[in-house]
Each structure stands twice: as structure tokens, then as C-alpha cells.
């Protein structure tokens, strides 16, 4: 891929000294001109791109990204001027500019603080050139980006090499093979971040407990696919984890399994845009409390799409998931608890919303703007 990079530069080069109009391939993400249509790459604080062009005149090329927890970013533009002069702008949701690297050097750098969680635009806009893109935490940030690759670099977001778990796993040129072994080799806290690229991962359950609670995993837009039997990633007695835009796939077993060590629950975890496909139970908590399960798409599950047991005194919220496709529950909160459901689209089931072995008075359920269109609405 790097000489592939420097041939094009090579190219530019000589096109740019003869006067010479020209263009280059489109790349990957192309057609991603307007913010409307801007391409995804994942979570910020990982993105590492390479090989990206403005390959006509009238190309300029937008990228959206998220940021989970509150941070501080670096927005690196890597470029040779002399081959064509980049600019860079970086904006809100709204399209609301935040800041710009407009100089005529080589590269631009845009370094934003205190930026809260949510979706961000990055706009390459110039000449026709060859390019690469960088999200990193800024000086003043306390997260670690942790990388993990499978054997592949093709459709990545985050690590620039295959992933080996005899790497260190803290560079995007040195990515880790498997989340264990990152959780193996490193006590993971609140401040670190897991980017899972884009890939398939085989093995067994990830298991996550006190130890390292508190940390974030996040896969890619293009599918970070935990494919195996059993639970694919596993809490035990583990608080405040954040697991998104992760893919949990092949049959049997759970995606998400929060449950306790026998003495303490898992309690304060956040599941967020995860794609689940074909397990026994989509997201199983077990004895949590004030967990947030949201904007989930769950399809294929043969007993549960989510299972929440005896939630405690802190509202569990239920938020936004799209669960459908095969028999069973969608929405199973029995044996009491603080639950609120609310916005979720349940289809193609035999219960859409359950609640066994419960009283209107153990179950404090709110339930608001679902939609359910199963066998049963809703049963207790």
C-alpha cells in the first residue's frame, strides 16, 4: 500500500511540473463530496487512513466520525505541497465549523478540546493529491488508543498492519490480533479505548472483569465481526464498559453477557450500536443496574433478542433497538426491576415485550413509542 502511495505521488509530481491537468483513481470511500453523504470511519480517536485522494478538480471529500467520551482530538492532514496544496476543516453535526488548518506547508493539524460525545465531520478540501487522515488525543488528553487488527488491512479504519498478538497493540502499526490479549497484557480503565477494525475474529469468549472494567470497545462502520459460538464478549462483575459498533455473529451462544461474580453485578454498562445476528440471546444482563441498551439491531436470535434480569434501583434504559426475524421474545424483563423501553421496533416474533413471573407492583416498567408488531404486543 505505501509504494502504491508513493508511485501516485511520483505521478502528481510530474503532472504538477508540466502545468498538466489531471486527475487520480477515487478512492475507497468515494462519492463522499457533501456532508450529506460523507463517508464513515469509525471512531475518532483511532482513525488512521491512507492512500486517499482528491482526484479531480471538483473533488472534495467528507468523512464522519464519532467520539464515545468527552476528549480532546488531533486531526492530522499527511500531504506533500508541492505535489498540491490540502486544506482542512473539521465542524459539528450541524455543520457548524469548529476549526481549520488552511496553511501552505505540507500537512495540516487541527487540535480541538473538550469535545463532547457525538457525531463530527472532517472535510479535505484543495488540489488534486494523494493524502492520508489521522485522529489521535490531543496533547491534553488522557485516552489510550489500544489497536486491535485481524490478518488484513483491507476496508480498515483503525491499524495500519495485520494484527499479531506478539505485538504491542499501542500503535496502529503494531495492532494485537485479539481483545484477550489486550486485556491479557494491559489493566484497562476508564480512560482507554479499544478500535476494533474492520475484519472477522474467531476464538473464544472476550472476558471482561473487574480488573479492566471501565474501558471502551469499538469496531468500524464496515464490520467488526466476533464470529464463534458461545458468549462473544463476557462481564463479569465489570462497571461502566462501553461496547460499540461491534458485530457478534454465527449461531448458539449470547453477544453481550453482563452478569456478576457470584457477589457483585455488572452494573452501569453502556451497549450501544452493536449489529447481533443469530445468537441464542442478542444482550443478556443479569443483576444489572442503570445499563443503557441502545440503538442495537438484533436479528435471528432463538430465544431472546434482550434478556434483562432483576434490574436494580437505577432505571435501566431499553432504548431504540431493532430487534427482529425468528421466534422467541424480543423484550424479556422478567423477575422485576427499574426498566424503561422505550422507541424500540420489535418485529417478526413470538412476544415483542415479556415480562414473566412478575407483578405491576415488583416490575416498575415504563414503556413508551415502541413499536411492536409480533404475536404478543406485550405479555406479564
Known amino acids: 500500500m505505501r509504494r502504491i ?26 462519492s463522499n463530496e457533501t456532508r450529506a453523504a460523507a463517508a464513515d470511519a469509525g471512531v475518532a480517536q483511532g482513525i488512521h487512513l491512507n492512500n486517499l485522494t482528491l482526484h479531480d478538480a471538483d473533488d472534495e471529500d467528507w468523512f464522519r466520525v464519532e467520539i464515545l467520551r468527552a476528549d480532546d482530538i488531533d486531526v492530522s492532514l499527511q500531504f506533500t505541497h508541492a505535489d498540491g496544496n490540502l486544506d482542512i476543516q473539521v465542524t459539528d453535526a450541524d455543520g457548524g465549523v469548529l476549526g481549520s488548518g488552511l496553511t501552505s506547508d505540507d500537512n495540516e493539524l487541527v487540535s480541538l478540546t473538550a469535545l463532547s460525545p457525538g457525531t463530527y465531520y472532517v472535510r479535505v478540501f484543495g488540489d488534486v493529491n494523494t493524502y492520508g487522515l489521522a485522529i489521535a488525543p490531543g496533547t491534553g488528553s488522557l485516552t489510550r488508543a489500544l489497536f486491535v487488527n485481524d490478518g488484513e488491512t483491507d476496508n480498515g479504519c483503525y491499524a495500519l498492519a495485520a494484527g499479531d498478538d506478539a505485538n504491542s497493540g499501542l500503535t496502529p502499526d503494531a495492532p494485537k490480533a485479539t481483545v484477550q490479549d489486550i486485556l491479557d497484557d494491559y489493566d484497562l480503565g476508564p480512560t482507554d479505548l479499544v478500535v476494533i477494525d474492520t475484519g472477522t475474529y474467531a476464538g473464544s469468549s472476550v472476558v471482561i472483569t473487574v480488573e479492566d472494567e471501565g474501558a471502551a470497545y469499538a469496531g468500524t462502520p464496515y464490520g467488526s465481526s466476533f464470529s464463534f459460538g458461545g458468549n462473544r464478549f463476557e462481564l463479569i ?15 448458539g451462544g449470547i453477544g ?58 437505577d432505571v435501566t434504559e431499553i432504548d431504540g433497538n431493532h430487534i427482529y426475524n425468528s421466534a422467541g421474545y424480543g423484550i424479556d424483563v422478567p423477575h422485576g426491576g427499574n426498566v424503561a423501553v422505550t422507541g424500540n421496533t420489535v418485529s417478526d416474533r413470538a412476544y415483542a415485550l415479556y415480562g414473566s413471573g412478575v407483578s405491576a407492583k415488583s416490575l416498575q416498567l415504563h414503556v413508551e413509542g415502541n413499536n411492536f408488531s409480533s404475536g404478543w404486543a406485550m405479555k406479564h
Open 5 to 30: 502511495a508513493s508511485f501516485l505521488s511520483i505521478v502528481v509530481a510530474c503532472l504538477v511540473s508540466t502545468g498538466v491537468a489531471y486527475a487520480l483513481p477515487a478512492d475507497r470511500f468515494e
Open 237 to 251: 462483575d465489570a462497571d461502566f464498559n462501553l461496547i460499540y459498533g461491534i458485530d457478534f455473529t454465527s449461531s
Open 256 to 313: 453481550i453477557y453482563a452478569h456478576s461474580d457470584g457477589v457483585d453485578s455488572s452494573t452501569n454498562n453502556e451497549f450501544i450500536a452493536n449489529n447481533i445476528t443469530g445468537t441464542s440471546t442478542g444482550i443478556r444482563i443479569d443483576g444489572g443496574n442503570a445499563d443503557l441498551i441502545r440503538d442495537n439491531t438484533i436479528s435471528g436470535a432463538s430465544s431472546y433478542g434482550i434478556y434483562v434480569s432483576s434490574a436494580g434501583v
